[in-house]
């Protein structure tokens, strides 16, 4: 049996997947994979998610160049998620251009930005 | 105009929340959030999850002890996700009284559990 059988898929198929910087901890997305995209983030050792907007793999960083090497693949016990530990490429993992997704923080009953951007997406997606 | 009013609720009403351990960065816990739950957790300084299988609030540690102060909420860019820094009670987050839920790690094409046990379950949950 494939570790992919062991994966509690949910009713489309996906499992929602957190992605972690591992050298500065920082929660950097939240994603999800189908099997595919597990199967294929576990051979390239580089995440590769699947879009949910899209509905396609989507190979982190295609784009961007912002890829994410893959060091570690956790499954957790009961939630149905998957928690990917990686080395982020140019250290930007938000399409804004920050390091984190995550760059909203409560503050008095408000949701403010609290993190800067490293780069300017128009620099990061030149088409 | 509350903050909660600004969280993509899903179309059950809920949003996914990462929480993870402020000391140790370890992601703890994968769980959901509606809004009364995200409402009552800001307000006590305590996670307060929903349930989805039991279909009620959730205050975790509720009957573990095992409580989580709350100490920065956060809020992503569009994966529709809160991200939870907490201070967890006993250092103890998973029902399996291991430190986080991501317990089990991919080795060599199996899900291998390499986290130990802090404290047997059936001392954690007496009735």
């Known amino acids: 049996m494939s570790f992919l059988d062991e994966v509690p ?3 489309s198929g996906l499992i929602a997947v957190v992605t972690q910087d591992h050298k500065s901890g920082r929660v950097l997305t939240v ?3 189908n099997r595919e995209a597990l ?3 576990v051979e390239t050792r580089q995440a590769v998610y ?3 907007s899209r509905k396609k793999l989507w190979r982190k960083g295609e784009e961007s160049g912002h890829v994410q090497k893959v060091l570690e693949v956790r499954l957790d016990c009961d939630a149905d998620a998957v928690l990917l530990r990686v080395e982020q490429a140019g250290g930007i993992a938000c399409h804004t251009g920050r390091e984190s997704c995550f760059f909203r923080k409560l503050e008095n009953g408000r949701w403010m930005t609290v993190d800067p951007v490293l780069k300017d997406p128009s620099l990061i997606y030149r088409k």
């Open 39 to 41: 199967q294929q983030t």
């Open 9 to 11: 898929w949910n009713e």
């Open 31 to 33: 994603a999800w994979m």
């Open 50 to 52: 699947w879009s949910r």
